[in-house]
């Protein structure tokens, strides 16, 4: 490709990727700048794209209601309780799937694990709601959503982590019991490391389900507890939705995520893995 | 150390609805202190044989014992041998002293200890210097010997080793040959060599086993397989270059039994053509190592023209590809010879040389 040339797609190229950016981050900015205005500019016909009066007290507004900040934390506990489970069924069955194909059923119970994930949720929404009522005596607790949400958490791990484990080879346990340790210790010490990255994008993957979910919580809970997702539609005030306040929670809800990516990015570096057998 | 004794072992896989025979009715023993390879070509049940040996597979029937004791029932953990894998198998997330010091970890013995133990292991293997790099980091002839020195750090009943030299190329693999022998020679250990390169095997064994679609063919020492093949399938894999084959009738001529491969008369020994003549059978397949056919003719040796088709120079000595009528034959021949292709040249073998096997069960009749 000649130089000329090669310049033009990189320009192409620029152009292109600048136009996708502006596509993508626009609703983010909207968002921000909605977020900042005051009650009367955002419910205007025609928008403004930059806001005529910074309303920071939005901020402040979005805790006067006492259960706002509690949600977030109701959403934490069963996001994270969510995952651990998700995390340690996966990654048992996982393991049982891709060592022990045949005495645990194989590519059936995997496929058929998989299908859990398949049928849409909304079909279930009502046995579920009945089911758990009648189980527990009440839906409206955190252990009701830990436990729903691993239907759709648990066969997302156990096939992620069946695939972690198919790639560590084999050799390497049977070294280790050749060397003479026990199946525990060297599931432990040598295999567990090296799907080791594999399990926290496992682990991301199902957190930021069970802190999005909307459907089944705002069924499921909604008194004694309450996620975030639930708290956002209640910023009404009358017949107008105050979507300042709306923008600037949900704006406030996107900050655990984003700091457990950040935190947990460098540890799914795969490069441990590389290099383990032949040279 | 121990010695290693395989009786009657079979091993058979159930597929879906099929059943793949493995190794059939196995007897070998390994004497302590010996080495032993088991060569064959792909598929010929040698990895399985080794695997059963260390307990990663469950033999179908037959019994493997160590020093008298039956192991068929054993973990690997229970059963002490030590083993090298052909992709080295080192643990990527731990050092190489880590890697090395394992099995140590495994017997209870303390973190001090361990570590004398892989320094003093580490400088016999040159691999001092690498002590704190990980798996990663190595080359694949430093893997291989953290990957050896893991299995030589304790003491087991037998050392196992699994095509270890499959990846190590050239130069190396020299180095890594002599490193074997001499290891081998300075711990007395019982040691069991899986390879397809017979020549590692014939460079490393103090005897060889032949494997073949899971049956064990022959097993001895160089010299036994490479003069009395038991079957035509040894002394093709045994020796390169490969032996040359001819299908023979049997046939009297003047008064003594010659052999007819359509324009080739071969000439066998008296006693080769008295065994034939009892027999009765008039078809043979008959076999002369490229090494037994000579350029020049020595006493008692019997001649025929060949033309020689392509000249191989390889350095102290010269494989020619030989055509006479529809036959292809090999012969190695010096290298200070003018051979052109296009040359007819004469051919000298002894009677003794050759080898004679059965048309049908190709195995050695003289």
């Not at chain 1, 069955?93 to 859990?116: D, K, T």
């Not at chain 2, 196995?26 to 307990?55: A, H, Q, W, Y």
Request: hydrophobic share 45%; glycine share 6%; charged share 20%.
């Amino acid at each position: 490709m000649s130089e000329k040339n090669y310049r033009l797609v990189r320009l192409l190229l620029l152009i292109f990727l600048g136009v996708w950016l502006v596509l993508i981050m626009f609703p983010f900015y909207f968002q921000i700048i909605t977020s900042l205005k005051d009650v009367a500019e955002v419910n205007r016909i025609e928008p403004t794209f930059w806001p005529e009066v910074f309303v920071l007290e939005n901020y402040s507004a979005i805790w006067n209601e006492p259960g706002n900040f509690k949600s977030l934390i109701d959403s934490f506990i069963i996001a994270t309780a969510n995952t651990i489970l998700s995390l340690f069924f996966g990654t048992l069955a996982g393991y049982a799937l891709a060592r022990f194909p045949r005495q645990s059923g194989g590519e059936n119970v995997a496929m058929w694990i998989l299908s859990n994930r398949m049928f849409p949720p909304v079909a279930v929404l009502l046995p579920m709601f009945f089911l758990f009522e009648e189980l527990f005596g009440t839906t409206d607790t955190h252990m009701a959503l830990i436990i729903l949400y691993l239907v759709f958490n648990m066969p997302l791990a156990v096939w992620l982590m069946m695939v972690f484990f198919r790639d560590v080879p084999r050799e390497l346990e049977e070294a280790a019991y050749v060397d003479g340790h026990k199946p525990f210790k060297v599931f432990f010490t040598i295999t567990l490391p090296l799907v080791g990255p594999g399990m926290i994008a496992v682990a991301m993957l199902c957190w930021i389900f069970a802190w999005n979910e909307y459907l089944f919580a705002n069924m499921f809970i909604g008194t004694d507890v309450k996620t975030f997702p639930v708290v956002i539609p209640s910023f009404t005030s009358g017949s107008q939705t105050l979507w300042n306040l709306v923008m600037a929670f949900s704006l406030v809800a996107m900050i655990p995520p984003v700091v457990l990516f950040v935190i947990l990015r460098r540890y799914m570096v795969r490069g441990l893995s590389l290099g383990v057998v032949k040279g | 150390m121990a010695e290693v004794r395989l009786a009657r072992v079979n091993k058979v896989y159930e597929g879906r609805g099929q059943q793949v025979h493995a190794v059939r009715d196995l007897d070998l023993v390994v004497e302590n202190g010996e080495f032993v390879s088991i060569v064959g070509p792909s598929g010929c049940g040698k990895s399985t044989t080794l695997r059963m040996i260390v307990g990663l597979e469950q033999a179908t029937s037959g019994e493997i014992l160590f020093d008298g004791a039956m192991v068929n029932e054993l973990d690997p953990q229970a059963r002490n041998v030590a083993m090298a894998f052909e992709n080295y198998a080192l643990y990527p997330n731990f050092s190489a002293e880590e890697n090395i010091g394992f099995p140590l970890e495994a017997r209870g013995i303390p973190k001090q200890e361990r570590r004398r133990r892989v320094r003093a292991l580490a400088e016999l293997l040159q691999i001092e210097n690498i002590l704190h790099q990980h798996p990663n980091t190595l080359s694949g002839g430093q893997k291989q010997r953290v990957s050896l020195a893991r299995a030589l750090i304790r003491e087991p009943a037998a050392f196992i080793l699994d095509e270890v030299l499959g990846h190590v190329d050239g130069h190396l693999r020299f180095q890594m040959l002599f490193d074997l022998k001499r290891l081998h020679q300075s711990l007395d250990s019982t040691m069991i060599f899986v390879t397809h390169d017979q020549m590692e095997a014939i460079a490393l064994s103090d005897r060889i086993a032949v494997l073949h679609q899971g049956r064990l063919v022959q097993c001895g020492t160089r010299d036994e397989l490479y003069d009395t093949p038991a079957t035509r399938f040894v002394a093709d894999f045994v020796g390169e270059p490969p032996t040359n084959f001819f299908e023979v009738r049997f046939a009297e001529e003047g008064g003594q039994g010659v052999l007819h491969a359509d324009d080739l008369t071969l000439q066998p020994t008296p006693e080769m053509a008295a065994l034939m003549r009892s027999r009765g059978d008039g078809r043979y397949v008959v076999g002369i190592r490229p090494q037994n056919l000579l350029c020049t003719p020595r006493a008692g040796t019997i001649s025929f023209d060949a033309t020689i088709d392509i000249h191989e120079y390889l350095g102290e000595r010269s494989i020619l590809t030989l055509r006479r009528g529809r036959h292809s034959i090999q012969a190695l021949a010096s290298a200070e010879g003018a051979w052109a292709p296009g040359d007819e040249i004469t051919l000298n073998y002894r009677p003794r040389d050759i080898m004679v096997f059965d048309a049908e069960t190709e195995a050695l009749v003289a």
